[in-house]
């Protein structure tokens, strides 16, 4: 059973970098898969951010593109997103989860982290 | 971008009874290559992660009751719960991922009448 953890600040300042982390227990990413980020505004839906392989390869929502940075460190078995100047509108669940198709970011998510909230304000 | 159509946004079903949700994409997600939809639904509880419950329109995951069941192909899917239980409470979405981005329905809640 994989298992995903988000880690990171729970609050951002507006036009500051928000930065999480996901650990990926019992398997490591290095072995396969993408690895994405999905976030949940709240009262709203889901919405995706972005997927990336281990070596680097990243596919990202266009609209985020200019502000996002997917990137992976597989000695920590970490995989960690970035999204820069942030707004109000930036405040969401923020989570990590796998790819299910294991070449390619064209799948669903079959494992999932808990959810970090962040939350965007001065 | 593919936009995800759900509906309704809500409904309340009596335990026991039919639950039926409804997904629309505004352009087909079938991929002629091997005829497979490339089309999700997941459950989503409060406080808790998202659950796959089905991918390829109508493949169900490893442990979801076979009360779930997930039909249609190009533009028009359904999921159905044959008979809707307590545990069933929840937000359903439905996702493709035939072509990024990744895009998700809005989501349709599922209550107890």
């Known amino acids: 059973q994989v298992r995903l953890q988000e880690s990171g600040p729970g609050l951002v300042k507006p036009s500051e970098t928000l930065s999480l982390t996901c650990t990926v227990s019992d398997y490591s990413i290095s072995s396969g898969y993408y690895w994405g980020w999905v976030r949940q505004p709240p009262g709203r839906g889901l919405e995706w951010i972005g997927s990336m392989w281990h070596g680097g390869n990243a596919f990202y929502k266009p609209s985020m593109k200019s502000r996002v940075t997917m990137s992976a460190d597989t000695s920590k078995n970490q995989f960690s997103l970035m999204l820069s100047s942030v707004t109000a509108a930036d405040t969401a669940v923020y989570y990590c989860a796998r790819n299910a198709e294991e070449t390619t970011p064209y799948g669903p998510f079959d494992f999932w982290g808990q959810g970090a909230l962040v939350t965007v304000s001065s | 971008d593919i936009v995800m159509t759900q509906s309704p946004d809500s409904l309340a079903v009596s335990l026991g009874e039919r639950a039926t949700i409804n997904c629309k994409s505004s352009q087909s997600v079938l991929y002629s290559s091997n005829n497979k939809n490339y089309f999700a639904w997941y459950q989503h509880k409060a406080g808790q992660p998202p659950k796959l419950l089905m991918h390829?329109?109508?493949t169900r995951e490893s442990g979801v009751p076979d009360r779930f069941s997930g039909s249609g192909s190009g533009t028009d899917f359904t999921l159905t719960i044959s008979s809707l239980q307590a545990e069933d409470v929840a937000v359903y979405y439905c996702?493709?991922?035939?072509?990024?981005?990744?895009?998700f329905g809005g989501g349709t809640k599922v209550d107890i009448k």
């Open positions: 390829w329109a109508s």
């Open positions: 996702q493709q991922y035939y072509s990024t981005p990744l895009t």
